[in-house]
């Protein structure tokens, strides 16, 4: 009888596995791209549920830090079945953003070293969620497509404490890959 239970736990894990590959609301963050005036550059934005918006505003104030990474790929499609396509460019920008009581406001540092002051709840989330402008290289041929993805991770330990963030369970959330075609 232990064969049973077995299979009847095997049977109710296949269920969720499958669940999880159809079903596209189990994804609490997305990505969209943004329309751009400049020509050969790419911009996306982070799209998180109400509820991830609320743990990770609870995540700044509880004294953790907060990091997103905007990834980008630029991609040159091939006929062959074998080879498949080829990674032209990739990019990678990240921020990571903290609470600080003292002077009551958010800051955003980037992987650049420029830093942000935010009073705001809602300009935070407007800066922090919106990627930077990417510039993609010049198109070699007419076969050429970007892939985006967004990479949350919605609580870090401080400096002091940095070191438990290789150690304790660390909890990262990652879009789907979305694909952009060229424009005509």
């Known amino acids: 009888m232990l064969w049973l239970s077995y299979l009847n736990a095997v049977l109710k894990k296949s269920n969720v596995l499958v ?6 609301s189990l994804f609490s963050l997305d ?24 743990r990770l505003q609870e995540a700044l104030k509880d ?8 990834i980008l790929r630029v991609y040159e499609e091939r006929t062959t079945v074998f080879l498949g396509n080829t990674l032209l460019h990739e990019a990678q920008y990240t921020y990571t953003a903290r609470w600080d009581p003292i002077g009551r406001e958010y800051r955003i540092s ?9 009073s705001s709840w809602e300009d935070f989330q407007q800066v922090f969620t ?13 076969r050429v497509y970007t ?35 060229p424009g005509p």
């Open 63 to 70: 004294g953790y830090r907060v990091e997103i990474s905007f």
């Open 19 to 24: 669940a999880l590959l159809v079903s596209s």
């Open 110 to 118: 980037t992987s650049t070293g420029n830093q942000n002051h935010l």
């Open 147 to 181: 892939i985006c993805q967004v990479v949350l991770k919605p609580k870090l330990f401080n400096p002091p404490l940095q070191i438990l963030n290789s150690v304790g369970q660390l909890e990262t959330m990652a879009s789907r890959w979305v694909r952009m075609d």
């Open 31 to 54: 990505s969209t791209y943004l329309p751009t005036q400049e020509p050969n550059t790419v911009q996306f934005r982070a799209t998180l549920t109400s509820e991830e918006v609320a």
């Open 130 to 142: 919106h990627s930077p402008l990417f510039q993609v290289p010049s198109p070699m041929g007419n």
